[in-house]
């Protein structure tokens, strides 16, 4: 069965960093495309960074050169490296998963992804 398991959520002052981790179990996450997401109230929920199996990664313009997202295989473990943070980056970012043989070129599209972990919390103060 397939989960994931989204932590690390703060309230942070603009300027901040966090790191958000997806613990992923019931399947290899090296043979997986993954991706973050991110909803705040009113909005629809947005492609943040997304990462193929090959390793390859893409990012949404508005957090290219701020944010990283990363995957350590040996843990199974989705992370979000994220600096330099705006109170527009606020709200409940989500970790998804879709099979490799299934993955979107899109990976900022949430049509993509099958699975989601339950979300975890940011928010950026100015």
């Known amino acids: 069965q397939v989960r994931l398991v989204a932590s690390g959520g703060d309230s942070v002052q603009a300027g901040g960093s966090l790191r958000l981790s997806c613990a992923a179990s019931?399947?290899?996450?090296?043979?997986?495309?993954m991706g973050w997401f991110r909803q705040s109230p009113g909005n629809s929920r947005e492609g943040v960074a997304g990462?193929?199996?090959?390793?390859?990664?893409t990012y949404v313009d508005s957090v290219k050169g701020r944010f990283t997202i990363s995957q350590d295989n040996a843990k199974n473990t989705l992370y979000l490296q994220m600096n330099s943070l705006k109170p527009e980056d606020t709200g409940m970012y989500y970790c998804?998963?879709?099979?490799?043989?299934?993955?979107?070129?899109?990976?900022?599209?949430?049509?993509?992804?099958?699975?989601w972990g339950q979300g975890t919390q940011v928010t950026v103060s100015s």
């Open positions: 990462i193929a199996t090959d390793g390859s990664t």
């Open positions: 019931g399947f290899p996450s090296r043979n997986y495309c």
């Open positions: 998804a998963a879709e099979r490799g043989e299934r993955c979107s070129r899109n990976l900022l599209d949430k049509r993509a992804f099958g699975y």
